[in-house]
Each structure stands twice: as structure tokens, then as C-alpha cells.
């Protein structure tokens, strides 16, 4: 068994699987998933796992580089941006519109659904590298 980390073998599996700029998505239990991403659901029920706990843990065992988020965040749900902001350290963000992050979702390796029930709380993690 795994010692420590995370334990879900469909995340890790991506995680290791990841290459210099390669994109993941943590969404919400709402956001659309494009047919040809695999999707990795953890929703269990509305709000479980949140959105943070799940980034929170992501971050922990992955190089990110930047980050995308909807440009409705800042208006909608301004909370949400403050845990990014908090999370993520001094990582890029950058802003695109709803309807071009849902685009942009088609070229993820995976989407991890949570049990996030608030506007916009999803992200695009691009991959960094550890050299």
C-alpha cells in the first residue's frame, strides 16, 4: 500500500503519467466533460469533496507551472479566487471566459469532477517540470 500521498490510482496515474505543459482539470460537479477526456469522478455528493480539498491535494504531488480559471470568478464567486490565489502561491493565473475554458478542456489529458457546488470553481492546471 501507498504511504502517504494520494491514494486515488486514476489521479496518480496521471499525475506521473504528465509532461512539461500538459493540462489537468479539477471542476466543479457541474462543468461539462468533452467526450475523448477521461474523467475521474470523486463526487460523493453536493460538496463532497470540495473543490479545495481536492486542489489542495493536487498540488501537493504535482509541478504546476500555471493555471487557467474562468474570468467570471472574479465577480461570481471572489472566495473561490482567494483559495486559488492561496493554493497555488505565486503561480500564474491566467483569464479566459467560461465558454473559452470549456473549450480549452478538450485538451486535457483528464477532468477530476468534485462534489463542488459553486459557481466557476474550476481550473486548468498545466504541468510544469522538476529540472
Request: hydrophobic residues 45%; aromatic residues 6%; glycine residues 6%.
Amino acid at each position: 500500500m501507498k504511504l502517504n500521498g494520494i491514494l486515488n490510482s486514476d489521479i496518480s496515474k496521471v499525475l506521473s503519467d504528465l509532461g512539461h505543459t500538459d493540462w489537468i482539470v479539477i471542476g466543479d460537479a457541474g462543468l461539462p466533460v468533452p467526450e475523448d477526456v477521461k474523467k475521474i469522478d470523486l463526487s460523493l455528493k453536493i460538496g463532497i469533496p470540495s473543490f479545495v480539498e481536492v486542489l489542495q491535494e493536487i498540488v501537493l504531488d504535482m509541478e504546476v507551472e500555471s493555471v487557467i480559471v474562468a474570468e467570471e470568478i472574479k465577480k461570481e464567486n471572489t472566495e473561490q479566487l482567494k483559495n486559488i490565489e492561496k493554493i497555488i502561491g505565486n503561480k500564474p493565473i491566467h483569464f479566459v471566459s467560461h465558454a473559452e475554458f470549456k473549450i480549452k478542456t478538450r485538451f486535457a489529458k483528464t477532468i477530476i469532477r468534485t462534489g463542488e457546488a459553486t459557481p466557476f470553481s474550476n481550473i486548468i492546471l498545466q504541468a510544469g517540470v522538476i529540472f
